[in-house]
């Protein structure tokens, strides 16, 4: 497509609820990244992707969170037994290699707006 | 572990005025990247910086880097309501393949 597509927009949870947020990167792009970003903060690094290959989640908070690449394009991240301090911004991003080459950069989406009742 | 500091924080200008924003980040990095994000959109890249020394200008907007000083600003020139965003930078650390954001500099420009 034409850039990083994301959904769903906007999704709304009861507390304990599991979720699932899709991210579908542009295509050909090796690198994939998830983010999280509160409120009137910075985006925060969750998880990244090489292909299929889940080289760090260092940056998810708890193992209510798990993130899968199956086949190297689209990108699922799910969140179980949501609490109130999952409320967040979730952005996924992508780049076309990994070895950051010059002027290379992330594309962002539009990012899933959580909030969790 | 790469830490980033912007200030200020919130910025509230004139049109027409002049304004910097200031980026330091605790670690070398290779690369730094400028984004600005507006309310409820995605983050829009605006520079890559990579290399001491290096300025990089697109209209108003003026991106310089400090490698030394762990240093990075972005110059606001003659500013016009069409700037008020959120500007973020982003350091990726050596040997290191994720960008650390700021906390993000709320910016108004107020006719």
């Known amino acids: 497509g034409a850039g990083v597509s994301q959904s769903p927009r906007y999704k709304v949870a009861k507390r304990g609820q599991d979720v699932a947020l899709r991210c579908d990167p542009i295509s050909g792009h090796v690198s994939l990244f998830w983010y999280q970003q509160a409120l009137g903060q910075g985006p925060e690094f969750l998880t990244y992707f090489q292909n299929e290959a889940q080289l760090d989640k260092s940056g998810l908070p708890s193992d209510r969170f798990f993130a899968e690449r199956p086949e190297g394009s689209v990108s699922t991240l799910k969140i179980q037994r949501t609490q109130q301090e999952d409320s967040a911004v979730y952005l996924c991003?992508?780049?076309?290699?990994?070895?950051?080459?010059?002027?290379?950069?992330?594309?962002f989406g539009s990012g899933t707006q959580l909030s969790v009742l | 572990e790469l830490k980033v500091e912007q200030n200020p924080l919130f910025l509230s200008m004139q049109e027409g005025k002049n304004y910097t924003i200031y980026c330091n980040y605790s670690t070398t990095s290779d690369r730094l990247y400028w984004y600005r994000q507006d309310p409820g959109k995605s983050l829009e890249s605006l520079f890559v910086?990579?290399?001491?020394?290096a300025v990089k200008q697109e209209g108003r907007l003026m991106a310089s880097l400090d490698t030394k000083a762990r240093l990075s600003t972005l110059h606001i020139t003659a500013a016009v309501h069409d700037l008020s965003a959120t500007y973020f930078c982003?350091?990726?650390?050596?040997?290191?393949?994720?960008?650390?954001f700021g906390s993000g500099t709320r910016l108004l420009v107020r006719p």
């Open positions: 991003a992508s780049s076309p290699s990994t070895g950051w080459a010059t002027n290379e950069k992330l594309f």
């Open positions: 982003a350091p990726k650390g050596d040997s290191s393949y994720k960008l650390i």
């Open positions: 910086l990579l290399s001491n020394g």
